[in-house]
């Protein structure tokens, strides 16, 4: 089966489980999770937005290019992609984007049952974004 690709132009957020405020007594997620999430929903609508969520087995494949640090940054030094090996988690990058995309790009996040993610610094001349592969039923 041909994968459905979906690369959108985003700095990744990691998933953060909901936290509670003692000044409101109520639980709120932090705002750039939920923009993360609605951009990922968005971008999934614009692309793909005429198919019904997959209800079978699904196989996601996620690369996370993220931002080139500024101590990384030389004028005469090529700047290759590298591995991105700091916080955060690839696990919690692929929650976050599993959670974004249940109900628009699959019925339930426990239907993938495999899933591959690799997170890099951006090349010099690269943008951060998202790129998600995913295969289904």
Known sequence: MIPLELTVYIVAEPWKSAEFSSKTGHFYRRKTTSQFQAA?????????????PLRGPVRIDVLFIMPRPKYMMWKKKPMPRVPHTKTPDTDNLTKNVKDALKQVA????????????????AAGDETPRVILKVWGE
């Open 40 to 52: 990922l929903r968005e971008a999934w609508r614009l692309c793909h937005g005429g198919r019904a």
């Open 106 to 121: 699959w019925a339930d996040d426990a239907l993938i049952y495999d899933e591959h993610s690799r997170k890099f610094i």
